[in-house]
Structures are given as C-alpha cells and as structure tokens.
C-alpha cells in the first residue's frame, strides 16, 4: 500500500497493547541480543519464565522466531 499510496501514513498492523509490560521489557532484551539466561538474570526471573514470555511474544506477533521477532519489533515501531 505504502508504494501505491506514497504520501499515505504507515499503519502499524500490530495493537501496542498486545504486548505486556514484561513482554515488552523481554523484548527489547531480544533485540539487544540477548540469551534467555542472559534475560533471566536481568529480570531476576527464572529462564522457564523467560521461555514462556518469548514463546507469547512469538505467538503474539504471528512470527516463528526470535529474529523474526526482533526485526518485526524493529520495523514496526514497537521499541
């Protein structure tokens, strides 16, 4: 739409509110390049509850993986 329309606004496709908080938190660490051990400690939460966070994040934003994630977050103006 963006190439037909060139002085439309961008539409971001993704609701901000989707994401919680953590989620959000959780996923700038993504983005920073961070392990789910590397996240744990940073939260001081344990990296099971990391894996459920990044596995909803995943699910959230209609990707398969973090990459995926990180790059979505990115170009979508979610960080």
Known sequence: MQSTFPNAPAVNPFPPTQLSSRE?????????????????????????????????????????DRVQAAVFALRNGLL
């Not at 001081?44 to 990391?50: C, E």
């Open 24 to 64: 959000i938190e959780v996923l700038k660490l993504i983005v920073e390049g961070n392990t789910n051990t590397e996240i744990a400690s940073a939260l001081f939460v344990s990296p099971n509850t990391v894996k459920t966070h990044v596995r909803n994040i995943l699910n959230k934003l209609g990707v398969s």
